[in-house]
Antibody, heavy 120, light 112 residues
Framework: QVQLQESGPGLVKPSQTLSLTCTVSGDSISRGTYYWSWIRQPAGKGLEWIGRILASGTTEYNPSLKSRVTISVQTSRNQLSLTLNSVTAADTAVYYC????????????WGQGTLVTVSS | DIVVTQSPLSLPVTPGEPASISCKSS???????????LDWYLQKPGQSPQVLIY???NRASGVPDRFSGSGSGTDFTLKISRVEAEDVGVYSCMQTLQIPFTFGPGTKVDIK
């Protein structure tokens, strides 16, 4: 069974960098078959797709965040990472990592999510 | 960006009765391989979203057959044939035809 677990600081100061890690078990990121995505959800609001990555390092980002976001993989640790620069209160949200399907972009497996609050 | 809308945004349901949610997109989600790039997710209270339907009408693994997806192009529907108490939560549709992938605003389903 594929499992994903997000981790990282729950509080980030405005203008600083948000950094999260997603640890994968039950599957190997290095297999390269699937896209691994980050999605976020502000409290009481809808879901927003942030971006995704293949094990090869190929990335695709939401243009609305592209100038501030980086997604990377650490295959030796079976992890993927999210960094978001110059954060503001608008970046306060629950952040999820998820795995896509083999031939489609459907998010078949999700982590439990981690709340990140941007506040001084 | 492709805009995805849903209706209704709130849906009180009666256990044992059917229910349906509509999802519309600003552009056709039908690709030239005949697949519609539209998925449905359910986020139960306190949980992460889980996929119910992918590529318009394919039930995900482990999803009860009371859930079905239909539609093509820009208009899609999720139907629950007989609602159960465990079906409460927020239902969202998501298009995966074009980057950035976009979600609908969500439909909150609760028991009357």
């Amino acid at each position: 069974q594929v499992q994903l677990q997000e981790s990282g600081p729950g509080l980030v100061k405005p203008s600083q960098t948000l950094s999260l890690t997603c640890t994968v078990s039950g599957d190997s990121i290095s297999r390269g078959t699937y896209y691994w995505s980050w999605i976020r959800q502000p409290a009481g609001k809808g879901l927003e797709w942030i971006g995704r990555i293949l094990a090869s390092g190929t990335t695709e980002y939401n243009p609305s965040l592209k100038s501030r976001v980086t997604i990377s993989v650490q295959t030796s640790r079976n992890q993927l990472s999210l960094t978001l620069n110059s954060v503001t209160a608008a970046d306060t949200a629950v952040y999820y990592c998820a795995r896509g399907g083999g031939g489609d972009a459907t998010l078949h497996y999700w982590g439990q999510g981690t709340l990140v609050t941007v506040s001084s | 960006d492709i805009v995805v809308t849903q209706s209704p945004l709130s849906l009180p349901v009666t256990p044992g009765e059917p229910a349906s949610i509509s999802c519309k997109s600003s552009q056709s989600l039908l690709y030239n391989n005949s697949y519609n790039y539209l998925d449905w997710y359910l986020q139960k209270p306190g949980q992460s979203p889980q996929v119910l339907i992918y590529l318009g009408s394919n039930r995900a693994s482990g999803v009860p057959d009371r859930f079905s997806g239909s539609g093509s192009g820009t208009d899609f529907t999720l139907k629950i044939s007989r609602v159960e108490a465990e079906d409460v939560g927020v239902y969202s549709c998501m298009q995966t035809l074009q980057i950035p992938f976009t979600f609908g605003p969500g439909t909150k389903v609760d028991i009357k």
